[in-house]
């Protein structure tokens, strides 16, 4: 059978394999590069070094050039799994099992934000298409799909404009947008050169003065270990702080166990005749369940500074357990208590997973806090990034909004 110059067949019974030029091959070699891509800019934008997570702003620009809904969707999950990489081995360090479960997380948590991209997607380039990245990106921001909205490249917006604030935000979220249109490569220079300024001169956040972060190396025991023994050795670590001309003193989540009456009363006889209060975590345990919380504790007496808005989802928050009659897990305070006083200092707390989700410092923010403080027990993570990813945001948001900040891990 003859073929024509173009290399079509001139009669209807012609049959000829598909050229390795044809759209579809080209199609195919496109969606694996857009994919391969999607998984590096999630592995480096997440890996835990604060001045990397503005690669994550790659992802718009290679979801928007997917060439199909499907491609779109596994360009997301490409993205979405590369940054939470450290999952499977979070989950079995924390159940003391093999990686199985862990991986079966892993893809469960990605479902949200590749169906949410997914359906986001479309085929027409346009304002269309802008619009529909900033619902997705909405939509993996608040809850309840902000609930499992890792990794959302909105994060970078502290390391691209450092203390511009609201307009920091704006900025940022119109430049996530803008790499949605034709305009992409025009918006990526933009944000590079925001991104080198801001490598030059960046500058951690710190502690305001007279407050201080205490970090631990105590592994699972920490909360666990309910004996004089450890409570006196987290009040050694605090005197000695406390030396040093700290008066509000931060210690990580869970660092008091249980808080019980008992407890309250040997840290306030402890810490009398000084003028140095303890923000410390805790649990405290209810009728349906368990507040994770951080408590102030000083000579004059305690109270609960803050209730966690958003727990582990599975480890620790369980709400299904109420559908089926059950009681126990944390409870989730979803929107309650963004911001609480201290010592005439308006706080922004932010508990372990709060650190990694979007809404919760948003929501704190718009209360103009004095000051962040992130406290985690990431012992858990042994393995993984995702403490050093944890430490990572909490800086970005405090450049961000110009304010101090107080860490306290423990690891």
């Not at 001139?10 to 390795?20: D, F, K, N, V, Y």
């Not at 924390?94 to 479960?101: A, E, R, V």
């Not at 989730?332 to 208590?337: C, D, G, L, R, Y």
């Given at each position: 059978m003859t073929r024509d110059i173009s290399g079509r067949c001139?009669?209807?019974?012609?049959?000829?394999?598909?050229?390795?030029f044809s759209r579809s091959n080209r199609d195919g070699l496109r969606c694996s590069a857009l994919i391969g891509l999607a998984a590096v800019a999630g592995s480096i934008g997440w890996n835990g070094h604060v001045l990397l997570l503005p690669v994550a702003f790659a992802f718009p620009v290679l979801w928007a050039h997917a060439p199909s809904r499907l491609a779109a969707g596994a360009v997301s999950a490409a993205y979405f799994l590369a940054a939470s990489r450290g999952l499977p081995q979070g989950v079995a360090n924390?159940?003391?099992?093999?990686?199985?479960?862990g991986i079966a997380l892993w893809f469960a948590a990605s479902i949200a934000f590749v169906a949410v991209h997914a359906v986001c997607w479309t085929g027409q380039p346009?304002?269309?298409?802008?619009?529909?990245?900033?619902?997705?990106?909405?939509?993996?921001g608040l809850p309840p799909l902000?609930?499992?909205?890792?990794?959302?490249?909105?994060?970078?917006?502290?390391?691209?404009?450092?203390?511009?604030?609201?307009?920091?935000v704006a900025a940022a979220a119109a430049g996530l947008v803008a790499m949605t249109t034709k305009w992409w490569s025009a918006a990526a220079m933009a944000m590079a050169c925001f991104w080198l300024w801001s490598v030059a001169t960046?500058?951690?956040?710190?502690?305001?003065?007279?407050?201080?972060?205490?970090?631990?190396?105590?592994?699972?025991?920490?909360g666990r270990d309910a004996t004089l023994e450890r409570h006196l050795e987290l009040l050694g670590a605090v005197k000695r702080k406390a030396g040093e001309g700290s008066?509000?003193?931060v210690l990580p989540e869970s660092a008091l166990g249980f808080w019980?009456?008992?407890?309250?009363?040997?840290?306030?006889?402890e810490l009398r005749g000084s003028s140095v209060t303890v923000i410390a975590g805790a649990a405290i345990v209810g009728h349906d369940g368990y507040d994770n919380v951080l408590v102030a504790v000083s000579a004059v007496g305690a109270t609960v500074l803050y209730r966690e808005r958003m727990p582990v989802p599975v480890s620790m928050w369980q709400p299904w357990r109420g559908w089926f009659g059950e009681r126990g897990g944390?409870?989730?305070?979803?929107?309650?208590?963004?911001?609480?006083?201290?010592?005439?200092?308006?706080?922004a707390p932010l508990i372990c997973y709060e650190q990694l989700i979007l809404w919760p410092v948003l929501q704190s923010a718009l209360h103009e806090p004095d000051l962040i403080v992130a406290a985690g027990n990431g012992w858990w993570t042994k393995g993984t990034s995702i403490l050093a990813i944890q430490k990572a945001s909490a800086e970005a948001w405090a450049r961000l909004f110009g304010i101090p900040l107080v860490t306290a891990f423990n690891s």
């Open positions: 001139p009669s209807p019974g012609c049959s000829a394999a598909p050229s390795p924390f159940y003391g099992t093999d990686p199985l479960p346009g304002m269309g298409r802008a619009v529909r990245y900033s619902a997705a990106a909405a939509l993996m902000g609930i499992v909205g890792w990794a959302h490249p909105l994060t970078a917006a502290g390391v691209l404009f450092p203390g511009w604030g609201w307009w920091g960046w500058t951690a956040p710190s502690p305001p003065e007279g407050w201080a972060g205490v970090d631990l190396d105590l592994g699972q025991s920490l008066r509000v003193i019980t009456p008992t407890v309250e009363r040997l840290w306030g006889d944390a409870r989730a305070h979803i929107v309650s208590n963004p911001e609480t006083t201290r010592d005439g200092d308006r706080v």
